[in-house]
T-cell receptor, first 118, second 114 residues
Framework: KAGVTQTPRYLIKTRGQQVTLSCSPI?????VSWYQQTPGQGLQFLFE???????NKGNFPGRFSGRQFSNSRSEMNVSTLELGDSALYLC?????????????????FGEGSWLTVV | AQSVSQHNHHVILSEAASLELGCNYS??????LFWYVQYPGQHLQLLLK??????LVKGIKGFEAEFIKSKFSFNLRKPSVQWSDTAEYFC????????????FGTGTRLTVIP
């Protein structure tokens, strides 16, 4: 089955603009998480959605937001872009979204969206 | 909150050498542990995972990892590396009683020389 799909793959934005990134999880997966990857900070958790509700949020400013639709597809938005927002944004999905599930809960990543802010 | 330490930032090995990458985590409760690999220009792929049971877990491409609870460690090993193993390796953890988000280490870049 298809993996986690993210669009667009590459984009360039100007400081002050906003950007919306899209993620389609693996079919049947209900949990979608977003991560930011930069050379300096590594991989950092942004937020997680499950059944259209934000369940968890990382330590990022309010300019970073997201949502999840009824078909589990998710979008994240970054407003008032700053140069430091240049990063690879990764979407991940999992079936149960429950870390304590007996069979485990494997998290699968998409290829990411490369955002460059100039 | 959980945290993960990967002490080796860059490891250079010749083909056929043995590999061991260190990973230590900080959390007092029960955790799930993962190793992901990121090949140049590709997305994160799951190498192996540990949730419970046998602390020695085998993953894809001949990799294995051992969970040592007393040492809060989950080191990755491979007996004989290949040039194609050149990649960045990330250790990650989440708490079984916690939220479904991963805490990643800073990664270890592995370069295998043919």
């Amino acid at each position: 089955k298809a993996g986690v799909t993210q669009t667009p793959r590459y984009l360039i934005k100007t400081r002050g603009q906003q950007v919306t990134l899209s993620c389609s999880p693996i079919s049947g997966h209900r949990s979608v998480s977003w991560y930011q990857q930069t050379p300096g900070q590594g991989l950092q958790f942004l937020f997680e959605y499950f059944s259209e509700t934000q369940r968890n949020k990382g330590n990022f400013p309010g300019r970073f937001s997201g949502r999840q639709f009824s078909n589990s597809r998710s979008e994240m938005n970054v407003s008032t872009l700053e140069l430091g927002d240049s990063a690879l944004y990764l979407c991940a999905s999992s079936f149960l979204g429950h870390a304590a599930s007996p069979s485990g809960n494997t998290i699968y990543f998409g290829e990411g969206s490369w955002l460059t802010v100039v | 909150a959980q945290s993960v330490s990967q002490h080796n930032h860059h490891v250079i090995l010749s083909e056929a050498a043995s590999l061991e990458l260190g990973c230590n985590y900080s959390y007092g409760g029960t955790v799930n542990l993962f190793w992901y690999v990121q090949y140049p220009g590709q997305h994160l792929q799951l190498l192996l995972k540990y949730f419970s049971g046998d602390p020695l877990v085998k993953g894809i491409k001949g990799f294995e990892a051992e969970f040592i609870k007393s040492k809060f460690s989950f080191n990755l090993r491979k007996p004989s590396v290949q040039w194609s193993d050149t990649a960045e390796y990330f250790c990650a953890v989440n708490a079984q009683t916690g939220a479904n988000n991963l805490f990643f280490g800073t990664g270890t870049r592995l370069t295998v020389i043919p």
